[in-house]
């Protein structure tokens, strides 16, 4: 029994996290300040992080973890370059 809750809660937090990254390409793509672009893009990257550990739960396989992890470190020099890159107008000083 307790596999079948753990698939179900699987599946319902990969469909969850799908609607969330539709709702994050739309505020990257829509947004009307550069401000909103960058929260989207950020809201973006960790939502497919969260989608690849859940895929690495459901296929028990670590390579999903890896590729997590990655994204998120990727991730988190994107969003503090580009906030840099608004406040200053310069990445490297």
């Not at 829509?30 to 973006?44: E, F, N």
């Amino acid at each position: 029994m307790s596999v079948a809750i753990l698939t179900g809660a699987i599946t319902i937090a990969q469909v969850l996290l799908g609607l969330a990254m539709c709702c994050a390409t739309y505020r990257l793509i829509a947004g009307p300040r550069a401000q909103d672009r960058i929260l989207g893009l950020d809201t973006l990257y960790v939502n497919a992080m969260l989608m690849l550990i859940t895929f690495g739960i459901r296929t028990a396989s670590m390579i999903y973890f890896e590729a997590a992890l990655i994204i998120g470190l990727l991730g988190f020099v994107a969003t503090v370059a580009l906030a840099k890159f608004l406040m200053r107008g310069e990445v490297i000083e």
